[in-house]
């Protein structure tokens, strides 16, 4: 056991105000794809792609919430918090991506708003969590730059619509998984393994950010706070060769530092170019566009499930020109004798309180923090006694890294109900409320009742 492990056993008591939340995202709960003039996303398109989803697996019913959303809020108030993270579907919004305005889909997010709202539950909205619409990635994708501008008219029509009740909002969920995992691995939608398709994509998601941003000041009201959210996973050496410390370095940079750096710091980290100087040319890099990008957030999200352990390998193209810019040369490692997740995930809280007291040393003007995602993931048992385990280990990390100095606002669980969860199907579980898929039932675990109880003494 670390020394942060030992000390963090027991959270002490969260202050006054903390903001105490459930994360969700649309694609992954909301089923009814085909209702009331919903377009298609690249998720629905990927799902039925062989092999792409674990046991050909999709969205298409998911947990049906478009129609049980009533439910899932009487959860949440059952479970006693106060916030709320959802994301709005694009393709709902604008089936085409742009252009004609589907009043439909924003009616089902300003019904679930006003729900929300009367129950006492400060809604979060996520504008964009991996759902493109096809007939955009049917023109190119996040890899052009006609997309980031698309980006910056669905959140203003979104914003037009419920911008009266909704204060706080996230531009993005985790632009790597979108621009990497999407486009560069090709684990998720839309499938592709490039490299300067990768690279382009994560620009172009940066810079929808920051035209979106500043669409959303012009049209802000006073108490309107508008940030993103990042999946934060710092990077362990496997060994202390000198080629593990550098296949770390350069995940480093493709996870975490080539998106912190261009939105808290305003520039591209130094060895962008070097890393993949042979893959792109950054053509699609405009000047101006890193103004927009660095513009100042009113707070940072922060997703956090593990640390990275990384170690040098080959790369699976020899040839640079042809490499994807996921081919790293770095393969990821389970240390001996590490906690696992039920889905075999590394558990290390003390990687939460690093990602955090290093943002603050790092960028000494960081906004305030929401944890935004954190959580769990098994087979779905309902004694989940793991889960517990990790919520309670990484609630004192960020309890410790508030004493230490970070300015941590909120906390939401991922997830209030077990889900679709990408490219793994439902067979990987992260809710605090169990779902039958064959009945939609809803059935709080062990964790639910052991979150309200948390929240109830010591939130
Ligand atoms: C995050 C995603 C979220 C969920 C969790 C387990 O990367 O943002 O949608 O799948 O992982």
């Given at each position: 056991m670390t020394a942060i492990e030992e000390e963090t056993a027991v959270p002490e008591a969260f202050p006054a105000g903390f903001v105490w939340g459930t994360a969700t995202a649309a694609y992954q709960i909301e089923g009814a794809v085909d209702a009331d003039g919903r377009g298609p996303s690249i998720w629905d398109t990927f799902c039925r792609m062989p092999g792409a989803v674990e046991r050909g697996e999709s969205g298409e019913f998911a947990c049906d919430h478009y129609h049980r959303w009533r439910e899932d809020v009487d959860l949440m108030a059952d479970l006693g918090v106060g916030a709320y993270r959802f994301s709005v579907a694009w393709p709902r919004v604008l089936p085409e991506g742009g252009g004609a305005v589907n009043q439909r889909g924003l009616d089902f997010y300003r019904r679930l708003v006003d729900e929300l709202r009367e129950r006492g539950i400060e809604p979060f909205v996520t504008l964009y969590h991996w759902d493109l619409p096809q007939a955009l990635e049917d023109r190119g994708g996040w890899r052009v730059r006609d997309t980031a501008e698309r980006f910056a008219d669905y959140a203003e029509t979104v914003h037009d619509a419920i911008g009266d009740r909704v204060s706080r909002w996230i531009t993005l969920n985790e632009p790597y998984c979108s621009a990497i995992v999407g486009y560069g691995e090709g684990r998720h939608a839309p499938g592709a393994r490039e490299g300067d398709g990768a690279l382009a994509a994560v620009h172009h998601l940066l810079l929808g950010h920051g035209l979106a941003v500043a669409r959303l000041r012009a049209l802000a009201r006073p108490d309107q706070r508008i940030g993103i959210t990042l999946n934060m996973s710092p990077t362990v050496p496997a060994s202390s060769s000198p080629a593990d410390a550098d296949a770390a370095r350069r995940m480093d940079l493709l996870v975490n530092r080539q998106f912190t750096e261009p939105l808290?710091?305003?520039?591209?980290?130094?060895?962008?170019?070097?890393?993949?100087?042979?893959?792109?040319?950054?053509?699609?890099?405009?000047?101006?566009?890193?103004?927009?990008?660095?513009?100042?957030?009113?707070?940072?999200?922060?997703?956090y499930y593990y640390r990275l352990h990384v170690a040098a390998a080959p790369y699976d193209q020899p040839d640079p020109a042809l490499r994807s810019a996921f081919d790293l040369g770095t393969r990821t490692v389970t240390p001996p004798g590490a906690r696992t997740s039920g889905l075999g995930w590394v558990v290390e809280p003390e990687g939460l309180h690093q990602t955090l007291t290093g943002l603050v040393r790092r960028y000494p003007e960081l906004p305030p923090v929401y944890i935004t995602e954190n959580g769990y993931g098994d087979d779905g048992a309902l004694e989940d006694t793991g889960r517990i385990d990790y919520l309670r280990d990484h609630l004192a990390a960020i309890r410790q890294a508030m004493t230490d100095g970070v300015d941590i606002r909120g906390y939401f669980c991922w997830s209030l109900i077990d889900n679709f969860e990408w490219a793994r199907g439902y067979a990987a579980r992260f809710g605090l409320v169990h779902v039958d898929y064959d009945t939609q039932a809803r059935t709080p675990k062990a964790s639910f009742r052991w979150l309200r109880e948390f929240v109830r003494s010591r939130g």
């Open positions: 808290l710091g305003g520039r591209y980290p130094a060895d962008l170019a070097d890393v993949f100087g042979r893959i792109s040319g950054f053509a699609f890099q405009r000047d101006g566009d890193l103004a927009l990008i660095g513009a100042p957030l009113d707070f940072l999200g922060v997703n």
